[in-house]
């Protein structure tokens, strides 16, 4: 079974500043690894996603991802804050649809983020 | 192209009222999730559905929460009788197999409060 790990439920930081989102991931097979975003009051949009074709993955809103198989981590980054980046973010792993029909994406606890002017 | 829709947006009822969340998944999808997300508890997920097929209810709380899929395309999620611990943003989500990553598509939520 996979699951995820999210160090840091909370992450403050400036406006301008780098933000460095972490994720942790564990699986038995090569996984599929994505970051969403949660806006207040809105569903999860999808930010970026890992699908073993590169392993540094550029998203929208200027974020990217680095998939390291050796730290089994998955790491969200931006090297500038902006206010509007303030939201929750959840860092998600599957194993696709190889595991037929008892597939599921399994979600980590979240990460919110505030951005200070 | 039409996201997954979700109604209602907004849902006040008392305790003990039944309640029916709607869900339209996106054109062709083959899979449907329903989650639930509180503070206390974060994104659960309740139960899922392939080709309109419950796959998988161990999330469902209690017996007070069942799911359906009639079709293709629509969903609901009921909770009868209601009670206030069950307030939280349900959300809907609907993903195609054929993509093989996985990648959910979220509905907008409904935001269930009850008193």
């Known amino acids: 079974a996979q699951s995820v790990t999210q160090l840091g439920s909370h992450v403050s930081v400036s406006e301008g500043a780098l933000v460095l989102l972490r994720c942790n991931y564990s699986?038995?097979?090569?996984?599929?690894l994505f970051w969403y975003v949660q806006y207040p009051n809105q569903g999860l949009q999808l930010l970026l996603k890992y699908t073993s074709a590169a392993t540094l993955v550029k998203g929208i809103n200027g974020f990217e991802a680095e998939f390291k198989k050796s730290e089994t981590s998955f790491h969200l980054t931006k090297p500038s804050a902006h206010m509007s980046d303030a939201a929750e973010y959840f860092c998600?792993?599957?194993?696709?649809?190889?595991?037929?029909?008892?597939?599921?994406?399994?979600f980590g606890k979240g990460t919110l983020l505030t951005v200070n002017p | 192209d039409a996201g997954v829709i979700q109604s209602p947006r907004h849902e006040v009822t008392e305790m003990g009222q039944e309640v029916t969340l709607r869900c339209k998944p996106i054109s062709g999808h083959d899979y449907l999730f329903w989650y639930r997300q509180t503070m206390m508890r974060g994104l659960e997920l309740l139960i899922y559905f392939n080709n309109n097929v419950p796959i998988d209810d161990s999330g469902m709380p209690e017996d007070r929460f069942s799911a359906k899929m009639p079709n293709a395309s629509f969903s609901t999620l009921k909770i009868q009788p209601s009670e206030p611990r069950d307030s939280a943003v349900y959300f809907c989500?609907?993903?195609?197999?054929?993509?093989?990553?996985?990648?959910?598509?979220f509905g907008e939520g409904s935001r269930l409060t009850v008193l």
């Open positions: 989500a609907s993903s195609f197999s054929q993509s093989y990553t996985g990648e959910l598509f």
């Open positions: 699986s038995s097979v090569p996984p599929y």
């Open positions: 998600a792993v599957s194993v696709g649809y190889s595991g037929g029909s008892n597939y599921k994406l399994t």
